[in-house]
């Protein structure tokens, strides 16, 4: 099941540049939200907020109930672990295979459940199952990227944090890539934040959410009335 997350008067200064300026967003646990805007709108540098991966000036961040931006070393990490992340450049290890790729995340840690059952199913659920060996060098953009999302669900994260996942492939191999994205996503329930200019991908989700120069200028539901209250009814 998905946590929920509260962004609460948040900023984020770099310099003289205010790349977030007091922004507050609140996301049900289960919901997937679509961040737009033009380029330097703030986008990455929320996600990266959520993600614990950077810090606020100002302002709370809290994901599951837990407030995570005053968090230090064995918190910080037990939040990073229950958070996936996925990049527009795939970031894979070039000199590891497909499976260590997966398995990077969990390599230095103890973790309670069959690591290397849990890559090969993820493998197999992103359509890659026989290329565990491969090196990322001997895949396409669209395989590299689906190597990526196992990565990212490698710890069975409650929250799928996303930065432009399709923004580095062609719309067909995106288009596949958002479709992976939210069938993964209704199987494990997990919550979403993604970043993008894809509007299919926006169409996908339950809500979007469009920022620029820091802020939040719109915010505003896609999903049929219907479906919102069968999700509700779920949830309650
Ligand atoms: N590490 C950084 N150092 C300096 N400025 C940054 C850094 N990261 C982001 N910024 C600035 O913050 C603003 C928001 O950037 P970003 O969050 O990357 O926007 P987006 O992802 O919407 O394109 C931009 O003006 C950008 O130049
Ligand atoms: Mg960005």
């Keep these: 099941m998905g946590v929920e997350v509260g962004v609460r008067g948040v900023s984020r ?11 507050t967003l609140e996301i049900e646990a289960g919901q997937a939200v679509a961040l737009m805007g033009p380029s330097g709108a703030g986008k990455s ?14 302002g709370e961040v809290h994901v599951g109930g837990e407030r995570v931006d005053t968090l230090r070393r064995r918190g910080l990490d037990r939040h990073r672990r229950r958070v ?6 795939f970031h894979l290890l070039p000199a590891l295979s497909v499976l260590d790729n997966v398995l990077a995340p969990v390599l230095p840690r103890r973790v309670d459940f069959d690591r290397r059952a849990r890559a090969r199913e993820l493998l197999e659920a992103v359509g890659l199952a026989g290329r565990e060996r491969a090196l990322p060098g001997e895949l396409s953009g669209g395989q590299q990227q689906r190597v990526a999302v196992a990565r990212a669900l490698i710890c069975h994260p409650p929250l799928l944090l996303a930065d432009e996942p ?46 620029r120069d820091g802020r939040i200028i719109g915010d505003d539901r896609v999903t049929p009335a219907e479906n919102v209250l069968d999700r509700i009814g779920r949830l309650g």
């Design 166 to 211: 399709t923004g580095n492939l062609d719309s067909v191999t995106g288009q596949e890539i958002v479709d992976l994205l939210f069938t993964l996503r209704e199987e494990y329930g997990m919550t979403m934040l993604v970043a993008t200019h894809n509007p299919e991908v926006a169409a996908a989700c339950d809500r979007v959410v469009r920022m």
């Design 84 to 89: 996936g992340f996925v990049f527009q450049r």
């Design 45 to 58: 540098t929320l996600l990266h907020l959520v993600g614990a991966m950077d810090l606020p000036d100002g």
């Design 13 to 23: 200064t770099y310099g003289s540049s205010k790349a977030l300026d007091e922004v």
